[in-house]
């Protein structure tokens, strides 16, 4: 018991001294300016996670603001000199304070807007593994982190399903690895939609990359055995149907092969280099590369950050057990959703930010862009949007923020979907210790003059009061 306290006595006389709060003052500062470095270079995701929210800038922090409350106790009762000092250290008392509240109470992140569609989900700046099951959702926090992990998670999901997570990469790369494999082949293909074009990879195999299905616009296509193909004039539709529908395969001589049609009329022929235009529609594709006898299986590694958070890969593997019991490995990412088979059932897997619901619900009534002369360059854009159930329109621009029930939204960015609508993307924000922050920088302010003013008036020589 003795020595507890005399451990205690010491760390609190360490504590109050102006020496162990300047040291740590100066590590905040040294840190801050840490944090603005690697921010300007890596980006705001990354500065979170190596920076500002990291466990040894948190303990800067706690260890400043107790030796700043100890010093002050120390240094009573009240002398009159010392009013600078007292106002000094109660300011960043209360702003080291007021950051703590935000991090703890307030809400950062952004929210997606589509066309007509209410939302109210704020996407924060942490991660979660979601797994899809049918109308249940499973999420599971993924922890901050600056480089690779090797993870030894076990998830336990209903019907006795455990899925493994074993490693999680928070800035990652593709890395594809090639294997032969007799039989197999995939394709990559260039297809225009009126004005827009793109490219899509199909396969006879479906991994999650490569897919043996694609829908746009009411035109399909498919992937399909050739066995299959030699046999469609049997099955296929006689009456006009709604989509024109494209079958791929590849016969035993390896020449890719094509049907097409829309039900009526029906054209079957041996694909040649070049466009091939759908009858009757916008859409049309052309091979760009295509390969033979081998799969691509999907590898990441790490990969440094990039200062647009939107183009940071995140990538984590797991592991499952197939229908037959064999061990099988598969990456999932925050770029595209994931299916996988588990026993009986189907689950979809996906990286995503973590979701937070606000009181407030807007909806993009409509999106204005204005673009530099001559280029396709944004010069400025803007959203107009209606709050809750409220008929008046409301406007947010790049300077023009809206304030609502004590969130604040920002003009943050754009991108337009697959049919060409444009989608707003606002930067949300609730500050509830923004108002100590004011109290805390004023404090400092005044706190400085003071003791400047105390000192500047202390007679030279004289006895300090």
Not at 127 to 139: A, F, M, Q, V
């Amino acid at each position: 018991m003795t020595s507890l306290l005399n451990f205690l006595k010491q760390s609190y006389k360490l504590l109050s001294s102006m020496k162990c709060a300047l040291f740590f003052l100066m590590l905040f500062m040294l840190g801050m300016m840490a944090g603005t470095f690697v921010e300007s270079i890596y980006g705001t995701t990354f500065a979170l996670r190596a920076v500002y929210y990291s466990w040894w800038f948190f303990f800067i922090e706690a260890v400043l603001l107790l030796s700043l409350i100890f010093s002050a106790i120390n240094r009573l009762p009240y002398k009159q000199r010392l009013l600078g000092f007292y106002i000094v250290h109660t300011s960043l008392v209360a702003l080291i304070i007021s950051s703590g509240i935000t991090y703890y109470f307030g809400t950062d992140g952004s929210m997606v807007l589509a066309p007509g569609v209410k939302n109210s989900l704020v996407e924060l700046s942490s991660d979660i593994l979601r797994i899809t099951s049918g109308k249940e959702n499973y999420d599971y926090k993924i922890p901050f982190s600056t480089s690779a992990n090797k993870l030894d998670w076990e998830l336990d999901l209903p019907n006795k399903v455990k899925i493994r997570v074993l490693n999680y990469i928070p800035f990652a790369k593709e890395a594809l690895r090639w294997q032969r494999r007799d039989g197999f082949w995939l394709t990559t293909w260039k297809i225009r939609k009126g004005q827009r074009e793109g490219s899509i990879r199909l396969a006879n195999y479906f991994d999650g990359r490569f897919k043996n299905y694609f829908l746009l616009d009411g035109v399909e296509l498919f992937i399909v055995p050739y066995e299959f193909y030699r046999t469609m004039k049997t099955l296929l539709p006689k009456k006009a149907i709604d989509k024109v529908t494209l079958f791929i395969t590849k016969d035993e001589n390896d020449f890719i092969r094509l049907a097409y049609g829309s039900g009526k009329k029906w054209t079957f022929e041996k694909y040649t280099m070049g466009e091939l235009q759908l009858p009757g529609t916008d859409f049309s594709l052309a091979l760009l590369e295509e390969f033979s006898n081998v799969v691509i299986k999907e590898n990441y590694i790490p990969e440094k950050p990039t200062k647009d958070s939107n183009k940071n890969l995140q990538a984590m593997q797991v592991a499952y057990r197939d229908l037959q019991g064999m061990e099988q490995k598969q990456w999932i990412t925050n770029a595209q959703e994931k299916q996988l088979r588990i026993g009986e059932s189907v689950y979809f897997l996906q990286i995503k930010s973590e979701e937070l619901k606000i009181p407030v619900v807007l909806a993009l009534d409509h999106f204005k862009i204005e673009l530099v002369p001559g280029t396709m360059q944004a010069a400025s854009y803007e959203s107009f949007i209606t709050v809750s159930d409220q008929q008046q329109l409301s406007h947010i621009s790049m300077n023009h923020p809206l304030k609502v029930d004590g969130y604040t939204f920002y003009q943050s960015s754009y991108f337009q979907d697959d049919h060409g609508n444009y989608h707003s993307v606002l930067s949300v924000n609730k500050d509830p210790g923004r108002a100590l922050k004011y109290l805390g920088a004023f404090l400092l302010m005044i706190g400085v003059l003071v003791h400047y003013l105390i000192v500047y008036r202390e007679p030279k020589g004289g006895e300090m009061r």
